[in-house]
């Protein structure tokens, strides 16, 4: 028996919420101070609380065995990426 689609949307939510809210913000306060409008700082700082909305929504959908996986799935993709860059940054 696999997962549910509630199951699945809720890891999907916690795995995307921290990359895409860090993101947000360098992307926003770097425009802020490129086009010198505290605004896009403002923008930044909107789109990061939201995905602390999505971390709860996510929790909420996937209950701590979706936690569990989703920490499962960042430690694999950690160490494929470290395994990636291992191999990019040794080719001449």
């Known amino acids: 028996m696999g997962f549910s689609f509630k199951f699945w949307t809720g890891v999907v939510l ?12 360098v992307i ?19 789109i990061y609380a939201l995905t602390w909305g999505m971390l ?9 065995e979706g936690m569990k996986y989703s920490l499962v799935l960042f430690k694999k993709l950690k160490e494929n990426l470290k395994v ?7 080719m001449h």
């Open 84 to 90: 990636f860059f291992n191999k990019t940054t040794h």
């Open 28 to 46: 926003c306060n770097g425009m802020s101070v490129k086009e010198e409008n505290l605004n896009y700082s403002l923008l930044g700082i909107g």
């Open 56 to 64: 709860g929504l996510g929790f909420l959908l996937s209950g701590r």
């Open 14 to 25: 916690l795995l995307i919420n921290q990359p895409m809210g860090w993101t947000a913000l």
